[in-house]
């Protein structure tokens, strides 16, 4: 049985990958470190914690897996310098702290299009921290890149709630690659790839996640 560390716990998909987590037979231990309490549960630890000061010497480091899925918007967040801590310094100092205990396993909620290089202020944020991540040297690494989120999420998105409902009466007649991705599916993938980790990177686009 593995031990896994989740972050993003009580986010959409975050939520999802701790409902399979807790149910499965493969996971001993879920430590998921936030800012808010979550339900009691006999294989949960769940250390409240500030992400601007994470604690380095805590023995959870050491996971068999990490499954990372924090993530906002430019409006939820307020700006762009806090999305940017949210989306990609978070990301990067639980990866950093994980790899310097000797975690071999990471996997990554991304974004379709992400891209360092973009003009785009989201996906270049995307990009950059699939880099970042990318040269820690973990020896698994999985990138999820889902396109638009299916879900019940706790705040409201405009976008999302105009284009679901649009998306989801065109899905039969839209490359694959353009339909929504529900968040228990995108949850699925990420949680399988971290329980049965294969060396090197791998890319789950959004056209396997529909």
């Given at each position: 049985?593995?031990?896994?560390?989740?972050?993003?716990?009580?986010?959409?998909?975050?939520?999802?990958?701790?409902?399979?987590?807790?149910?499965?037979p493969e996971v001993a231990q879920v430590v998921a470190?936030?800012?808010?309490?979550?339900?009691?549960?006999?294989?949960?630890?769940?250390?409240?914690?500030d992400f601007e000061r994470l604690p380095e010497l805590?023995?959870?480091?050491?996971?068999?897996?990490?499954?990372?899925?924090?993530?906002?918007?430019?409006?939820?967040?307020?700006?762009?310098?806090?999305?940017?801590?949210?989306?990609?310094?978070?990301?990067?100092?639980?990866?950093?702290?994980?790899?310097?205990?000797?975690?071999?396993?990471?996997?990554?909620?991304?974004?379709?299009?992400?891209?360092?290089?973009?003009?785009?202020?989201?996906?270049?944020?995307?990009?950059?921290v699939e880099h970042g991540v990318r040269s820690l040297?973990?020896?698994?690494?999985?990138?999820?890149?889902?396109?638009?989120?299916?879900?019940?999420?706790?705040?409201?998105?405009?976008?999302?709630?105009?284009?679901?409902?649009?998306?989801?009466?065109?899905?039969?007649?839209?490359?694959?690659?353009?339909?929504?991705?529900?968040?228990?599916?995108?949850?699925?993938?990420?949680?399988?790839?971290?329980?049965?980790?294969?060396?090197?990177?791998?890319?789950?686009?959004?056209?396997?996640?529909?």
């Amino acid at each position: 049985m593995k031990n896994l560390l989740l972050v993003g716990s009580t986010g959409l998909v975050g939520r999802e990958v701790l409902k399979l987590a807790l149910a499965s037979p493969e996971v001993a231990q879920v430590v998921a470190p936030t800012r808010r309490r979550l339900e009691p549960h006999a294989k949960l630890v769940a250390p409240l914690v500030d992400f601007e000061r994470l604690p380095e010497l805590e023995p959870w480091w050491q996971a068999d897996a990490v499954i990372c899925t924090l993530g906002t918007t430019i409006k939820v967040a307020g700006s762009q310098e806090a999305f940017r801590k949210v989306d990609y310094s978070y990301p990067m100092a639980v990866a950093r702290l994980a790899r310097q205990q000797g975690t071999q396993t990471f996997v990554l909620n991304s974004a379709l299009g992400a891209d360092a290089g973009s003009s785009v202020f989201y996906n270049r944020v995307k990009g950059e921290v699939e880099h970042g991540v990318r040269s820690l040297g973990f020896e698994t690494l999985v990138i999820a890149r889902p396109g638009l989120i299916g879900g019940a999420r706790e705040e409201f998105r405009l976008g999302e709630k105009i284009l679901v409902p649009i998306l989801s009466v065109l899905g039969p007649v839209l490359p694959r690659a353009w339909r929504i991705n529900p968040a228990e599916r995108i949850a699925r993938a990420m949680f399988d790839a971290a329980m049965h980790p294969q060396p090197g990177e791998h890319i789950i686009t959004s056209d396997r996640m529909a």
